[in-house]
T-cell receptor, first 115, second 108 residues
């Protein structure tokens, strides 16, 4: 069983560009969440995908979008990058939750720098 | 609105001393509370959750609904406890809400 992996590790973009970040879920997990962690802050929920459908979203503009594939891997796309998008982007995967939240397993993150 | 507050950004104690990391939350329903930890150069991982009512690595946390708190405690801190600690709340929707974190340093 492998853990959650993310690529790339680091990325530098300029303002206005577009970026795609990738996440490979832990085996057996069908739910993926993405978080943005700015410097000195806790992770902030961006959105969640379950069985290829977005089923929850935080306070992020539409230029943050995502995809989940049949193998449950996922992408986070950010268009029209702004300087404030510079952050660590975390992916977390888990199985389906019932009445209690099943443990999420986090990836190592992708460090995005926007110049 | 769901909100998690960790009032201490930094906390420094000596080895063997008790440690308490504070967490207060705001939520109108019955939340599930968690503590996550991030050791240096490692990924974020779950430390404990209130519904488990267990002690992990000597840490315990009790949910106090009256005070809306979920403080993390350990009677005798160890140097290997030095890390970033995040309190998080799940209100039954899809998102997990995190506090800003407390950096714990345990000095020898």
């Amino acid at each position: 069983e492998t853990g959650v992996t993310q690529s790339p590790t680091h990325l530098i973009k300029t303002r206005g560009q577009q970026v795609t970040l990738r996440c490979s879920s832990q085996s057996g997990h069908n739910t993926v969440s993405w978080y943005q962690q700015a410097l000195g802050q806790g992770p902030q929920f961006i959105f969640q995908y379950y069985r290829e459908e977005e089923n929850g979203r935080g306070n992020f503009p539409p230029r943050f979008s995502g995809l989940q594939f049949p193998n449950y891997s996922s992408e986070l796309n950010v268009n029209a990058l702004e300087l404030d998008d510079s952050a660590l982007y975390l992916c977390a995967s888990r199985g389906a939750s019932g009445r209690s939240l099943v443990e999420q397993f986090f990836g190592p993150g992708t460090r995005l720098t926007v110049l | 609105a769901q909100r998690v507050t960790q009032p201490e950004k930094l906390l420094s104690v000596f080895k063997g001393a008790p440690v308490e990391l504070k967490c207060n939350y705001s939520y109108s329903g019955s939340p599930e509370l968690f503590w996550y930890v991030q050791y240096s150069r490692q990924r974020l991982q779950l430390l404990l959750r209130h519904i488990s009512r267990e002690s992990i690595k000597g840490f315990t946390a009790d949910l106090n609904k009256g005070e809306t708190s979920f403080h993390l405690k350990k009677p005798f801190a160890q140097e290997e406890d030095s890390a970033m600690y995040y309190c998080a709340l799940w209100g039954g929707s899809e998102k997990l809400v995190f506090g800003k974190g407390t950096k714990l340093t345990v000095n020898p």
